[in-house]
């Protein structure tokens, strides 16, 4: 089946620019995480959603980041103003729910360089 | 949040057995361990996940002692294709807490 996808796979930016980044989650997944990794690190947690409400914004470095999920499909991160320490992959995952044993499956990515 | 420590890198030879050890000392009663891994240039997928004694499915086994504050992944007869970065993960609740993996290099 469909797994979770990502678009654009890449996307360069000139600084101060406003890039949106969209996420397409397994069909039935409740659960939506959004998550960013820099070059050679691990990845950093940035928000969760359950459905369309987002109970852990936590993780979001900035108010420049913002992010929404229509009902239980479709979600976007949205990043104002780019500064180069955006630059990075950012990283979608769903899940069926919340739980400790649901599997979080991740897509592809979108590679964000910021000029 | 429970922290996890890894090696940072380990070398194989195909064929071999790996073991990849990960410490979580403040590991929660309620806290899952689970084990993602990751290739260059996609998302990390899932591999194992554990709560105590011995986990083990078609790619890997994951050991967890009775203290739960360490636990070994296991790869049998690794191949070249196994060359990774593996990722040791508590699971508190929704939020996986990744650290900056075990980069293993599998030799032929």
């Known amino acids: 089946g469909a797994g979770v996808s990502q678009s654009p796979s890449n996307k360069v930016t000139e600084k101060g620019k406003d890039v949106e980044l969209r996420c397409d989650p397994i069909s039935g997944h409740t659960a939506l995480y959004w998550y960013r990794q820099r070059l050679g690190q691990g990845l950093e947690f940035l928000i969760y959603f359950q459905g369309n409400s987002a109970p852990d914004k936590s993780g979001l470095p900035s108010d420049r980041f913002s992010a929404e999920r229509t009902g239980e499909s479709v979600s976007t991160l949205t990043i104002q103003r780019t500064q180069q320490e955006d630059s990075a992959v950012y990283l979608c995952?769903?899940?069926?729910?919340?739980?400790?044993?649901?599997?979080?499956?991740f897509g592809p990515g979108t590679r964000l360089t910021v000029l | 949040l429970a922290k996890t420590t890894q090696p940072i890198s380990m070398d194989s030879y195909e064929g071999q057995e790996v073991n990849i050890t990960c410490s979580h000392n403040?590991?929660?009663?309620?806290?899952?361990i689970t084990w993602y891994q990751q290739f260059p240039s996609q998302g990390p997928r899932f591999i194992i996940q554990g709560y105590k004694t011995k986990v083990t499915n078609e790619v890997a086994s994951l050991f967890i002692p009775a203290d739960r504050k360490s636990s070994t992944l296991s790869l049998p007869r690794v191949s070249l294709s196994d060359t990774a970065v593996y990722y040791c993960l508590v699971f508190s609740s929704y939020k996986l807490i990744f650290g900056s993996g075990t980069r293993l290099l599998v030799r032929p």
């Open positions: 995952a769903s899940s069926l729910s919340q739980g400790q044993i649901d599997t979080q499956y």
């Open positions: 403040n590991i929660a009663t309620n806290d899952y």
